[in-house]
């Protein structure tokens, strides 16, 4: 492991809030690397800040105190490397499949026939070839889910950062799309190289993850890394599954 | 729909020709008609265009510059409850005297003045849709590198379409009583005239000319609806397209203003035609706006630049009209005006007018939505006559209503005192209907089958299910239609064109400062007591009593 390539270095981060000059803590002291070709999940139970961390990974928020670094650099938000999946799908109502797909792009200003080009790519990718004008108020949740994961992979995505993409889904739909995404994670020639998700489902953290990172519950502190040495791909019925679930389970409890 | 269209068609022309039969001289007039509409049009199309340049840079600034928002917000809420025909006299003589006399000082006055009545409430709209776009959709933008001129064509702009649309359309309405009140304007011993469909209207009820009232009430109905058809309905059924949809099973509170516009054609073939004889400008335009794109990619700076220089020309021009009007009434504190005791009484007796108006009002938009908002059949027969109505500015019915009081009343003073009630009562009525119309449509379908399966009918049904779920849209008709009432007070008070008459009261006490007396104290004063008046009112009332009904009466389904 430890020969990996680092890409992301999560060090030593805690994040306050105040409010009426008090201090309210939400993170506390997390730290933990992520290599290439890592699956790492974050799990615990609602409120202990797992989102949060995911916020200040990609940049969306800034640490009380330590630093995120991507590739030995401190982390921005705009950094086209680093793509964000989120739990509401955050697509925009009022732009087309493609024109959703190409924002990334489009804000890096590459010119138009780049962009339609690689959009066309990732649509077909996520298998939503044929969609490409329609608008996400035709779509299904899993079908705008889909748009959203298009969109952060077309821009050469080396991290994918995904915030309980599939909570908002259906169980089946749900599923199908876990499975989808471990395929582009271990396709070496499709992005992304890394994937670290937030989710507060065991189950499913245990299923996707070579590692798992517990938090605890307000403030969130790191309670434990997990390697996952099952192989893929996973059988929940098997009792080698459920040790690890019941294991992580006793750990947030 | 066709069929019903030949018939008003028909109806109309008919009206029409037996009108020029009946009363020939105005039967030549009609034939500048057009010409005169025409002008209206332009006023207000130029005050729109004003209102939204406006409202789109002081929305987004509000909404995106915390600082600036703790000024801009209370600033813009001191705007909308200022009576703006109150100020009108003093834009006018600044904007006169600038072009020494021309008609070109006049017209730029009466489209500040719409403009004045159109802009603030376009630019809360803005920074309303703004401030409540969703987390993640902003969050979305920023993780995926949208900063400046594409942030706000692809996020903020596309996000404000709704509620500005939406707003537009009141404003708009609102804009038309303005534009008619001020196309004719007696000031300081001089009338001053601008062509078109409200001066019109005035001069014909100032000569009691029955059929020039009628022709002009009739042109400014078909103007007015025929904007609607052409440009508002297309344009908010386009901007559905830009609503952020709300989760599954929640009713969404806004009313769509043309939800019952539907017997109004859409014009679908005419819009594509058009859409194709101008594509080659759309392409021009869209090159032009890529090289632009690439142009401020290149200097961030500029669109920031832009925004305030548009803020900054605002703010000038703005700080100009009103100390062009402040200064004229220096040494204000030195010594009271003689009529200053009057104030507190005028003040009292315009707002009981005003408390009568909203009675009135409520004691028949009440009943009348719970009916055409439940029953399909009334709403697709009524909604159409209640459209026509509600076009008609109720500045255009002067001549109408007074006319109509004075004969219907024995004793002259009495009637004026009804005219007054019913000019309030026209310009609120239609803001409470409308809005009561919407909240009865919301009420969730499940609610009305519970009700019914527990068999709630009758006055329970009333009380225990309709009148606690209109009450948000209520309220928000509620304000819209006292801040019409307080800004109908100028023109309810003093009927210059119609009978020279007046009541007593806080318009009457602003008509005759300006116009007869000139005395800007008083002026000044009783601008402050109405400002005072309506900002207490939306601080003590109206806000605390939306923050309530947010919390206890809000439907929401699952």
């Not at chain 1, 953290?205 to 969130?220: C, E, H, K, Q, T």
Request: hydrophobic share 50%; glycine share 8%.
């Amino acid at each position: 492991m430890t020969k990996k390539k680092v890409i992301l270095e999560v060090n030593d981060v805690s994040r306050s809030y105040f409010e009426g000059g008090k201090e309210f803590k939400a993170l506390e002291h997390i730290r933990f690397d992520l290599y290439a070709q890592d699956f790492v999940c974050i799990v615990g139970p609602s409120g202990c800040g797992k989102s949060t961390l995911l916020r200040i990974i990609v940049g969306l928020d800034r640490p009380t105190s330590g630093e995120v670094l991507f590739e030995g650099k401190p982390i921005e938000a705009k950094n086209p490397q680093v793509a964000m999946v989120f739990q509401s799908f955050a697509i925009f109502p009022w732009l087309t499949v493609e024109q959703n797909v190409e924002l990334g792009l489009e804000a890096r200003r590459v010119a138009p026939s780049m962009r339609a080009e690689k959009a066309k790519r990732y649509i077909e990718i996520v298998g939503l070839t044929g969609f490409e004008n329609a608008f996400p108020r035709e779509l299904s949740g899993g079908m705008k889910q889909r748009v959203g994961l298009a969109r952060a992979l077309a821009t050469d995505t080396v991290l994918l950062c995904m915030d309980e993409p599939f909570s908002a889904l259906d169980a089946l739909t749900a599923q199908n799309l876990r499975d989808e995404i471990l395929e582009l994670w271990s396709d070496p020639a499709l992005p992304p190289d890394a994937v670290l998700m937030v989710t507060h489902s065991i189950e499913e953290a245990v299923y996707l993850a070579d590692r798992v990172i517990v938090l605890s519950g307000r403030p969130g502190r790191q309670v434990a890394e997990l390697e996952i040495d099952l192989p893929r791909p996973r059988n929940r019925r098997e009792p080698e599954f459920y040790g690890w679930v019941d294991d992580i389970y006793s750990l947030i409890v | 729909m066709r069929r019903r269209l030949w018939v008003v068609g028909g109806a109309a022309f008919g009206a029409a020709l037996a009108a020029s039969l009946l009363f020939p001289t105005t039967a030549t007039e009609a034939g500048g008609l057009g010409l005169l509409s025409l002008y209206s049009l332009a006023r207000m199309f130029a005050a729109y265009a004003l209102a939204l340049v406006f409202a789109i840079a002081y929305g987004t600034t509000a909404a995106t510059n915390r600082k600036a928002a703790t000024v801009m917000l209370p600033l813009l809420d001191v705007l909308q409850s200022i009576p703006i025909l109150g100020f009108f006299p003093a834009v006018l003589l600044f904007f006169v005297s600038t072009f020494n006399g021309s008609p070109i000082g006049l017209e730029i006055s009466v489209v500040v003045l719409v403009f004045t009545s159109m802009a603030w409430n376009m630019a809360f709209g803005v920074y309303e849709a703004l401030s409540t776009i969703p987390h993640d959709l902003e969050d979305a933008a920023t993780e995926f590198g949208l900063t400046g001129w594409l942030r706000f064509r692809r996020l903020m702009f596309p996000a404000a379409v709704p509620k500005l649309v939406y707003n537009s359309i009141l404003s708009w309405t609102n804009g038309w009583f303005f534009l008619v009140a001020s196309e004719v304007f007696a000031a300081y011993g001089t009338t001053y005239t601008r062509p078109g469909i409200g001066s019109l209207i005035a001069q014909a009820g100032s000569r009691a000319d029955v059929g020039g009232i009628a022709l002009g009430l009739a042109a400014l109905v078909v103007i007015v609806l025929g904007v609607d058809a052409l440009i508002w309905r297309p344009l908010s059924g386009w901007a559905d397209g830009f609503r952020i949809d709300v989760p599954r099973g929640e009713t969404v509170r806004t009313v769509r203003p043309y939800e019952w516009l539907r017997w109004i054609p859409r014009f679908p073939g005419m819009w594509r035609r058009a859409a194709t004889r101008f594509k080659p400008v759309s392409h021009v335009y869209v090159g032009a706006s890529l090289r632009l794109e690439h142009a401020y990619a290149r200097h961030p700076s500029v669109p920031k630049t832009i925004r305030r220089v548009d803020l900054a020309l605002f703010l000038v021009v703005f700080v100009i009209v009103v100390s062009a009007g402040l200064v004229g009434l220096a040494g204000l504190f030195l010594h009271l005006p003689a009529d200053a005791g009057e104030i507190p009484a005028a003040a009292l007796s315009s707002f009981a007018r005003l408390v009568v108006a909203y009675g009135l009002a409520i004691a028949w938009t009440i009943p009348v939505a719970a009916y055409v908002g439940r029953s399909a059949k009334a709403s697709r027969i009524l909604t159409p006559v209640l459209e026509v109505f509600a076009s008609v500015p109720a500045t255009a019915l002067l001549p109408v209503i007074v006319g109509f009081a004075l004969a219907v009343t024995a004793h002259a003073s009495f009637g004026l005192q009804v005219a007054s009630v019913l000019v309030a009562l026209f310009s609120m009525q239609w803001y409470l209907l409308f809005n009561l119309i919407g909240g009865v449509r919301s009420i969730p379908g499940d609610l009305n089958e519970a009700a019914r399966s527990f068999g709630v009918r009758g006055w329970t049904y009333w009380r225990r299910v309709l009148l606690p779920a209109i009450v948000p849209s209520f309220l928000t008709g509620s304000i819209t239609a006292w801040g019409a009432g307080w800004n109908a007070l100028i023109v309810s008070e003093y009927f210059p064109f119609t009978r020279d008459v007046h009541v007593e009261g806080l318009g009457w006490l602003l008509d005759k400062a300006t116009f007869i007396t000139g005395d800007s104290q008083l002026l000044l004063f009783s601008i402050f007591m109405m400002i005072a008046v309506v900002l207490a009112m939306n601080k003590l009332v109206w806000r605390p009593l939306i923050r309530r009904a947010t919390v206890r009466y809000r439907v929401e389904a699952a």
